[in-house]
Structure formats: C-alpha cells, structure tokens
C-alpha cells in the first residue's frame, strides 16, 4: 500500500486503461459490484485543490446550519446543500452546473474542482469500463451529481445500506442500460480492511447488487439478529398504515435512514479495498455497503454519480434547503443521543 501510493500522477491526463484492464474493471463492476483502480489517476494538484475546498464547503454549510438555529454536530439534519448521515459523518453536494451564461454566478473553487474530477473521471475511466460493461447497448454515461463524504474523529461506522431505491431495483432488473454508479475518489490514502492496518474505508458486500433480493438478503446477514427484530417490528406498523409500509421498505435498503453507530467493524463478508488518494472505486447504486469508523482522522471521499439509460438519483439528497429552515424547525430537529435511526 505504501510503495503503491507513493507513485504519484503528476500529470493532468492520466494514462489510458488498457484493452484488458478496462475489461477485467467491467467483469468485476458486473459480477461484483464494484471495481478498484488503487493507485492514483487524478493528479496531486486536484487532489489538493478538492481537499482545500472540500474542508472549506463543509466548514462553511456548518456555519449556515448554526446560524438557522440548529446544532451543526449533535442534529441529525437533511438539506440540498449537506446532510448529516451519521454523528460527524456528512454527505455534501457540489452544484458543477455550468456558470457564466445569461447572469449566471461563476462556479465557486469547490465547484470548479470537482468539475474537473467529473471531467477527469469520465474520459480515464468511467466512460471505457461502462461502455465494456454494457456492450452494444451502451449509449453514453453522464454525471449528474457531485459531492463528498466527510468523516471526522468519533465517526462511526455506518449502518449497511444501499443507495438506490426499489423502483431503480425494479428498472434496473428489466432495462439492464439503466444504472447509476457511484465513483469514490479518495482524498486520503486508504487501507484495506481486514489486515494489519486499520481501515477507515468503505466496506461492500459483493454480488449484493444483482437483485433487490440479494440486497436484502445481504443486508439481513450483515445485521444479524437485528434485522429479524426490524422486520417483526414492521410487520406489526404495516398493518397501521399502507403509506409507511413503502417507507420500511424503502429503508430497509438504507435509504430514509442509517444507524447512527453501531455498525460492525467489518462484516465477514464484507471487503474492505485499499485506496491511494486519488485512485477510484465504482460501485453500483444497488450494492449493500457502509463506511468503516473513524480512525482518529478527518477523512474526505469525493464522488461522481454517474447514469445510464436515463436513471435518477431520487433518494438521497431531498429538495429543502439550509434558507428554508425555520426556528420552529431547527427545534424539532432530532438529537443524536435520541435516535437510533435517521430517516
């Protein structure tokens, strides 16, 4: 791992996949999942500049989600521009549309590098093991959203979930064109978990996200005993009210809620990959994963959502945003010492 992320790109174009690699990339995103190109392809210079402003833009949304009255750290919070998933664990979202045109406000530093990373990403890497992976049906890739993952100290590991929802499930199974992926572009080298080195990575269940089936059923062996006690739980609201019924579902996959702590170190099942700053992971939306605790670090993943065959990311980013937050509901906002789920 070390001698592997000590070869850094300099370059800003990084070296074309060969023929078999980006075959052996499309297998594995296929039959797996996900695939891991480790070592670095996104220049150290970018990787800089996404890590200054990634700290940045947190820092600042936080301020804004103060400023409205909420507690930036201990409220479980979900707007446009960053949602708290867990306890010191965001998702934030980087707006990469155009700027300039028609009175339009130019792009902000953060917005600048990530589109740059979308740029880079798409005609390295993405845009060649997608086209191998959908053969003659491929008929283009495009990324629709931009954001990061940043975990900081006393993080814990997230609950297994899912990012799709289960009408994607439904569409994806019929329409085999139809897929959102997910590209990780750590901003910190990460371990492989499982090893003698800690990992703060990224733990997926293979082959989880070939069926909504296999996705439950992953996500079952991943809690244990405690999805039987979820499941006999919904079963008994179920019959309260059929609107909720779709909600359960719906979280099941992980979708309106993660455990806020609590989530094993690493499954048994589970693989933990190592990644260089910069190097990339794929995963496909469906794919049952989780983020591993903190290591006593502030660690920053970037991402591109990339979809084919016309998919939307409908779930995991809601329309209000910070502006929108009254006093009346920052103060209804849950308590991380109160909740076992967000939703």
Same mark, same amino acid.
């Given at each position: 791992?070390v ?10 174009? $990084? ?7 980006i ?12 695939? =891991?190109?480790?070592? $670095? ?8 500049r ?6 940045? #833009?947190?820092?600042s949304?936080l301020?804004?989600?103060?400023? !409205?009255?909420?507690? $930036?750290?201990?409220?479980? &919070?979900?707007? %446009? ?13 980087v707006?990469v549309? %155009? ?6 406000? !130019? %792009?902000?530093?953060?917005e600048?590098? &990530? ?14 093991? =997608? ?21 900081? #100290? ?14 994607? &499930? ?10 959102l ?6 901003? =910190? ?20 996200? /070939? ?5 439950h %059923? ?7 005993? @405690?999805?039987?006690?979820?499941e !006999?739980?919904? @079963? @008994? ?10 909600? #359960?579902?719906?979280?099941? /996959?992980?979708? /309106? ?8 170190? /690493? ?28 290591i ?6 970037? &991402? ?14 809601? $329309?209000? #945003? ?22």
């Amino acid at each position: 791992m070390v001698a592997l992320c000590s070869a850094r790109v300099v370059a800003s174009a $990084p070296a074309a996949l060969s023929v078999e690699a980006i075959g052996r990339h499309a297998a594995s995103l296929r039959d797996r999942g996900f695939t =891991v190109l480790p070592a $670095p392809i996104i220049d150290t210079a970018l990787i800089a500049r996404l890590s200054a402003t990634t700290t940045a #833009r947190l820092d600042s949304l936080l301020d804004r989600v103060e400023a !409205k009255g909420c507690d $930036p750290l201990e409220q479980q &919070y979900l707007f %446009r521009e960053v949602c708290a998933r867990q306890s010191m664990r965001w998702d934030l979202h980087v707006d990469v549309a %155009r700027r300039g045109a028609s009175g339009r406000r !130019k %792009r902000t530093p953060a917005e600048e590098a &990530y589109a740059e990373l979308s740029r880079a990403l798409l005609s390295s890497a993405v845009e060649p093991i =997608v086209e191998a992976l959908q053969g003659a049906g491929y008929e283009g890739v495009r990324p629709t959203a931009c954001g990061a993952i940043v975990s900081r #100290r006393g993080a814990a590991g997230q609950r297994p979930h899912a990012d799709a929802n289960l009408p994607h &499930y439904a569409e994806a199974e019929r329409n085999p064109g139809h897929r959102l992926f997910n590209c990780f572009v750590p901003l =910190v080298d990460i371990a492989a978990g499982g090893g003698d080195e800690q990992s703060d990575g990224t733990q997926f269940w293979p082959a989880s996200h /070939l069926t909504a089936d296999a996705a439950h %059923r992953a996500w079952e062996r991943a809690l244990g005993p @405690e999805a039987l006690l979820e499941e !006999k739980e919904e @079963e @008994e609201e179920e019959e309260e009210e059929e609107v909720m019924q779709q909600q #359960r579902q719906l979280r099941q /996959l992980g979708q /309106l809620e993660e455990r806020a702590g609590g989530a094993p170190a /690493l499954g048994a099942e589970a693989e933990a990959p190592a990644c260089c700053a910069g190097g990339l992971i794929i995963f496909d939306f469906r794919i049952i994963h989780g983020g591993l605790p903190s290591i006593g670090r502030e660690r920053a993943v970037a &991402y591109v959502i990339c979809s084919t065959g016309g998919a939307q990311d409908e779930t995991n980013f809601p $329309p209000e #945003r910070i502006a929108d937050l009254t006093e009346a509901g920052a103060d209804a906002l849950p308590w991380w010492d109160e909740i076992d789920f967000v939703q």
